[in-house]
């Protein structure tokens, strides 16, 4: 009896040392829409964003709209048509929420941003088109800050502006080039629960970061098909965990705060997990993954699966009392 107590105080000590989180995988769990201008129907969706309440936006591209979800796809509402004026679009891009609800669209072709309230009524716009602080020339994404404040990835400008949550300029980063902190093209932007903006340098194929007010902090990946390379990165996110997603042709990868590559899914096909263009990628305030699968024209959704770890030493322990 004593040589067994003292064999299983001697497992339990082991068992810590021989476990090693996995990292997590996703795995398809639903998806909505097809091609179409009806309610729940798309035509080139670009982008999307997350509620903390639930709802989830999709901008409609090429039908100049916004429409909204619940988290598994029922259609509650949309906004927006072709044109100028308040609440219209000319192909909006990127969207993002703010912790209080309000929707902010990258009016691309308008030269500007538009928001709105959760229910899609219009509350103020920015921007003209122009290279000078607060002008836009096609910005394309957008992300909000938890403190307020709306970053915009001034795509044909190669810049990020950051603003008010009502549109004062506050600051800009980037310039044309391939050098630490500057750009070509970036389409999309995303803020890190620590504050970090992560930047889809997508013409140099690369993932950019910086400190909220845009001093560079480091970068990863380059041209090619595999692990951490990339072919045109357009989409980023970055879960509550500070993983950060990044849509590539035909794949999500996603990576650690600085960049270590963790894992991927996804290759070319319409059938479930597949991907044609994935444009966009948004996170719930879970583990769920959204992705707008631009040339399928629908909305994809990825849930978390944490396989239980087996420490190697059990199956040691086991024998020992054989």
Same mark, same amino acid.
């Given at each position: 009896?004593?040589?067994?107590?003292?064999?299983?105080?001697?497992?339990?000590?082991?068992?810590?040392?021989?476990?090693?989180?996995?990292?997590?995988?996703?795995?398809?769990?639903?998806?909505?829409?097809?091609?179409?201008?009806?309610?729940?129907?798309?035509?080139?969706?670009?982008?999307?964003?997350?509620?903390?309440? *639930?709802? &989830? #936006?999709?901008? !409609?591209?090429? $039908?100049? /709209?916004?429409? %909204? =979800?619940?988290?598994?796809? +029922? @259609?509650?509402?949309?906004?927006?048509?072709?044109?100028?004026?308040?609440?219209?679009?000319?192909?909006?891009?990127?969207?993002?929420?703010?912790?209080?609800?309000?929707?902010?669209?990258?009016?691309?072709?308008?030269?500007?941003?538009?928001?709105?309230?959760?229910?899609?009524?219009?509350?103020?716009?920015?921007?003209?088109?122009?290279?000078?602080?607060?002008?836009?020339?096609?910005?394309?994404?957008?992300?909000?800050?938890?403190?307020?404040?709306?970053?915009?990835?001034?795509?044909?400008?190669?810049?990020?502006?950051?603003?008010?949550?009502?549109?004062?300029?506050?600051?800009?980063?980037?310039?044309?080039?391939?050098?630490?902190?500057?750009?070509?093209?970036?389409?999309?932007?995303?803020?890190?629960?620590? *504050?970090? &903006? #992560?930047?889809? !340098?997508?013409? $140099?194929? /690369?993932?950019? %970061? =910086?400190?909220?007010?845009? +001093? @560079?902090?480091?970068?990863?990946?380059?041209?090619?098909?595999?692990?951490?390379?990339?072919?045109?990165?357009?989409?980023?996110?970055?879960?509550?965990?500070?993983?950060?997603?990044?849509?590539?042709?035909?794949?999500?990868?996603?990576?650690?705060?600085?960049?270590?590559?963790?894992?991927?899914?996804?290759?070319?096909?319409?059938?479930?997990?597949?991907?044609?263009?994935?444009?966009?990628?948004?996170?719930?305030?879970?583990?769920?993954?959204?992705?707008?699968?631009?040339?399928?024209?629908?909305?994809?959704?990825?849930?978390?699966?944490?396989?239980?770890?087996?420490?190697?030493?059990?199956?040691?322990?086991?024998?020992?009392?054989?």
């Amino acid at each position: 009896m004593k040589n067994n107590r003292f064999v299983l105080a001697l497992a339990v000590a082991v068992l810590p040392l021989a476990a090693a989180a996995s990292p997590p995988r996703y795995v398809f769990e639903g998806l909505w829409g097809k091609q179409g201008t009806g309610e729940g129907e798309f035509l080139f969706p670009t982008g999307l964003a997350v509620a903390a309440a *639930g709802p &989830v #936006y999709v901008v !409609d591209s090429g $039908n100049n /709209r916004v429409q %909204y =979800f619940t988290s598994s796809g +029922s @259609f509650r509402g949309e906004w927006g048509s072709p044109g100028a004026g308040d609440g219209q679009f000319r192909n909006p891009v990127g969207s993002a929420v703010a912790a209080g609800g309000d929707v902010y669209v990258a009016d691309s072709f308008n030269h500007r941003v538009q928001y709105f309230t959760a229910a899609g009524s219009f509350l103020g716009k920015w921007g003209t088109y122009g290279s000078e602080g607060g002008q836009f020339a096609y910005p394309e994404g957008v992300a909000v800050a938890a403190g307020g404040n709306v970053y915009v990835a001034d795509a044909a400008n190669n810049r990020v502006q950051y603003f008010t949550g009502a549109g004062s300029l506050l600051g800009s980063f980037g310039r044309a080039g391939t050098g630490d902190g500057e750009f070509h093209y970036p389409r999309d932007v995303a803020v890190a629960p620590d *504050g970090s &903006v #992560y930047v889809a !340098d997508s013409a $140099n194929r /690369r993932v950019q %970061y =910086f400190t909220a007010e845009g +001093s @560079f902090l480091g970068k990863w990946g380059s041209y090619g098909t595999g692990s951490g390379q990339f072919t045109l990165p357009v989409g980023v996110a970055v879960s509550p965990g500070g993983l950060v997603f990044v849509t590539d042709r035909h794949r999500i990868q996603y990576f650690t705060a600085a960049g270590s590559y963790v894992s991927q899914w996804g290759r070319r096909g319409t059938g479930n997990g597949e991907f044609t263009d994935p444009v966009a990628v948004a996170m719930a305030s879970g583990a769920r993954v959204y992705v707008a699968d631009l040339r399928n024209h629908r909305v994809q959704y990825f849930g978390q699966e944490n396989p239980a770890v087996v420490p190697a030493s059990l199956g040691k322990v086991k024998a020992l009392f054989k």
